[in-house]
Nanobody
Framework: QVQLVESGGGLVQAGGSLRLSCAAS????????VGWFRQAPGKEREFVTG????????YYADSVKGRFTISRDNAKNTVYLQMNSLKPEDTAVYYC???????????????????WGQGTQVTVSS
């Protein structure tokens, strides 16, 4: 199983930027798919973006396309989420999650991921 730790959340004004990090560790870290999800109060957890470790493929939710960028540093076993042009509706707890190593594609559903971090709060003020 993969262990995940998020960091980088905080309070930012609308239009600002934040970069989240997801540090991964474990035997199979080099072959898992990593996704970012978010959950706002009273709402279901929703997919934000995902990336594969070995194919460098990415997938974005329509709500964040053009504003958010996912990337990874294999040497550091870390996945990043660069968030630009933040909006108040981006306020949520952000989680990174992993699926694999048997899987190689990004799936935009939380049930497809079997390892989760503890989450990091992102608050965007208007």
């Amino acid at each position: 199983q993969v262990q995940l730790v998020e960091s980088g959340g905080g309070l930012v004004q609308a239009g600002g930027s934040l970069r989240l990090s997801c540090a991964a560790s474990g035997r199979t870290v080099s072959s898992v798919v990593v996704g970012w999800f978010r959950q706002a109060p009273g709402k279901e957890r929703e997919f934000v973006t995902g990336i594969t470790w070995n194919r460098d493929s990415t997938y974005y939710a329509d709500s964040v396309k053009g504003r958010f960028t996912i990337s990874r540093d294999n040497a550091k076993n870390t996945v990043y989420l660069q968030m630009n042009s933040l909006k108040p509706e981006d306020t949520a707890v952000y989680y990174c999650a992993a699926r694999g190593p048997a899987f190689s594609t990004v799936v935009p559903r939380a049930v497809a991921y079997d390892s989760w971090g503890q989450g990091t709060q992102v608050t965007v003020s208007s």
